[in-house]
């Protein structure tokens, strides 16, 4: 009778021996909601000029460097302005050239006493008036010319174009968009029911799972404006994509704490479709809930079938 009662001892102690009191642990309690990837600076490409889109240059998706030309506007009513302007100059200038004419032979007719200082006079005059006349259509020129410089639509910053709202050919007007660009960087925006706002706190580690899997990002602003009963709030994510803006990204906020009871993974274990976890009093059916990472561990929560205290045994050891 010894042995078999050594037998039994021996296979006894090592469950016992891994025998742990299940004890509440506080976990965070989480809420999924969906963040909009966002970029920093939406400007729009605009017009500077009215005319005709001659030239467009990229499209939805290119990345462009600030002060790059995305396109080009004629307007050809600047052309014919600038010809009559020219051809304004020139008459000026046959003027000029006639009246200082005037004014040599004037010069010499006052040196032999033949006219007067007065028509001299008259004579310099006439000659300033039509330089300064000469500058002022100089001036009118140089308008002209930087009116239609002003046909390039450019960058206002480096980034991706988001949009282009005019194909090549249309007809735009002055402060009309040519292309919209989102630069700066990009960052997720939130809208929580507002039942959750008491709950969060700038500086939050919130859980997102995006495109390019799991990540972490951190509560960075928090709007105190409610729009239609949600909360908006502003995520910094290091390193998000800035391929797709507008798109729709889960997110795992923070909002609140509770007790539950966790068992390590391994400690469940499945028999003909019940979960089981081995007791130090035997096996329980059980009802699992989430997993957690505790430590690095993966903890299932039990919703039913265990109770504080209850030693448990993991399956395998």
């Known amino acids: 009778m010894r042995l078999p009662m050594m037998t039994a001892l021996a296979l006894f102690l090592p469950l016992a021996a891994l025998a742990e009191p299940l004890a509440p642990v506080t976990?965070?309690?989480?809420?999924?909601?969906?963040?909009?990837?966002?970029?920093?600076?939406?400007?729009?490409?605009?017009?500077?000029?009215?005319?005709?889109?001659?030239?467009?240059?990229?499209?939805?998706?290119?990345?462009?460097?600030?002060?790059?030309?995305?396109?080009r506007i004629v307007d050809e009513k600047l052309g014919l302005q600038m010809l009559a302007v020219d051809a304004q100059?020139?008459?000026?200038?046959?003027?000029?050239?006639?009246?200082?004419?005037?004014?040599?032979r004037g010069e010499d007719l006052l040196k032999r006493g033949?006219?007067?200082?007065?028509?001299?006079?008259?004579l310099r005059t006439q000659v300033d008036v039509?330089?300064?006349?000469?500058?002022?259509?100089?001036?009118?020129?140089?308008?002209i010319e930087q009116q239609a410089a002003e046909g390039a639509v450019l960058a206002p910053s480096a980034g991706r174009v988001l949009d282009v709202p005019v194909s090549m050919g249309a007809v735009v007007m002055p402060g009309e968009p040519v292309a919209v660009l989102g630069g700066g960087g990009t960052f997720l925006r939130l809208a929580?029911?507002?039942?959750?706002?008491?709950?969060?706190?700038e500086g939050d580690v919130i859980g997102i799972e995006g495109p390019d899997g799991q990540a972490e990002g951190r509560l960075a602003r928090i709007y105190p404006l409610i729009?239609?009963?949600?909360?908006?709030?502003?995520?910094?994510?290091?390193?998000?994509?800035?391929?797709?803006?507008?798109?729709?990204?889960?997110?795992r906020l923070p909002v609140g704490e509770r007790a539950a009871l966790l068992v390590p993974e391994s400690a469940v274990v499945t028999r003909h479709g019940l979960d089981f976890v081995e007791t130090a009093h035997g096996p329980r059916a059980v009802v699992p809930g989430e997993i957690h990472q505790i430590d690095g561990r993966a903890m299932v929560e039990i919703v039913s079938g265990l109770n504080a205290g209850d030693e448990i045994v993991e399956a395998g050891e």
């Not at 240059?57 to 460097?65: H, I, P």
């Open 27 to 71: 976990v965070t309690e989480w809420k999924a909601v969906y963040g909009r990837i966002e970029a920093r600076d939406r400007l729009p490409a605009r017009a500077r000029l009215g005319g005709t889109l001659v030239e467009l240059s990229v499209s939805e998706g290119d990345v462009v460097t600030a002060g790059q030309v995305l396109g």
């Open 89 to 104: 100059a020139a008459s000026l200038a046959a003027q000029l050239t006639n009246a200082l004419t005037e004014l040599e």
């Open 114 to 122: 033949v006219t007067t200082v007065q028509r001299l006079d008259a």
């Open 130 to 143: 039509l330089q300064g006349q000469i500058a002022a259509v100089a001036a009118q020129r140089q308008v």
């Open 192 to 201: 929580v029911p507002e039942r959750h706002a008491m709950a969060l706190e």
């Open 227 to 251: 729009e239609n009963g949600r909360l908006i709030a502003d995520v910094e994510v290091q390193g998000l994509t800035d391929r797709f803006v507008d798109a729709r990204v889960l997110v």
